[in-house]
Nanobody
Framework: QVQLVESGGGLVQPGGSLRLSCSAS????????LGWYRQAPGKQRELVAR???????NYADVVKGRFTISRDNAKNTVYLQMNSLKPEDTAVYYC??????????WGQGTQVTVSS
């Protein structure tokens, strides 16, 4: 059974930092592309950052220079370091694992709230 479990969300003041983690089980982690998505109330889920199995990364324009995605294949874990957080970053953040020809997997989400 495939499981993706996010952690590290919480309440942080504007300008603060958080590090999200997503631990995976039940998949060959290293061959999957991994992504972080977010969904704010009343909005569609959107891609925040993605890292491929080959190590390439891409980011949404609104988080470039503030967020960093990384993966540790030995620990089956993907991270999202979020710095200089803004109130508009408030959302539920989801971990995603995908590869061509296979179904995509999602975590249950972790809430990030940026507020003073």
């Amino acid at each position: 059974q495939v499981q993706l479990v996010e952690s590290g969300g919480g309440l942080v003041q504007p300008g603060g930092s958080l590090r999200l983690s997503c631990s995976a089980s039940g998949i060959i982690f290293s061959i999957f592309d991994l992504g972080w998505y977010r969904q704010a109330p009343g909005k569609q889920r959107e891609l925040v950052a993605r890292t491929t199995s080959g190590g390439s990364t891409n980011y949404a324009d609104v988080v470039k220079g503030r967020f960093t995605i990384s993966r540790d294949n030995a620990k089956n874990t993907v991270y999202l370091q979020m710095n200089s957080l803004k109130p508009e970053d408030t959302a539920v953040y989801y971990c995603n694992a995908a590869r061509t020809g296979a179904r995509a997997y999602w975590g249950q989400g972790t809430q990030v709230t940026v507020s003073s």
